[in-house]
């Protein structure tokens, strides 16, 4: 399981199932393309994934978890 997917899981951060699959791949491109330097930014770059209903609190946390995470293996690396 990518760690994108178990941080949406940990934070409750689902949508339906046509919607879930699509919010996960741009989180993990958020990631990918290094967009992810603040919430507001986080908040944008997912923006064009709105549906009526809304996960949003919880697929931020998710996010965040991954840059949180993402950072601590790195620091782990360079030590
Ligand atoms: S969560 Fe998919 S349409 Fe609202």
Redesign the pocket.
Known sequence: MHPMQQAFIDADAF??????PGQIMSAIALLEEDHAHSREEIREFMSGNL?????YNGIVEAIEHVIAQQDQDSKGEAA
Request: net charge positive; with cysteine.
């Open positions: 949508q339906c199932g046509y919607c879930t549906c009526r209903c809304g996960a």
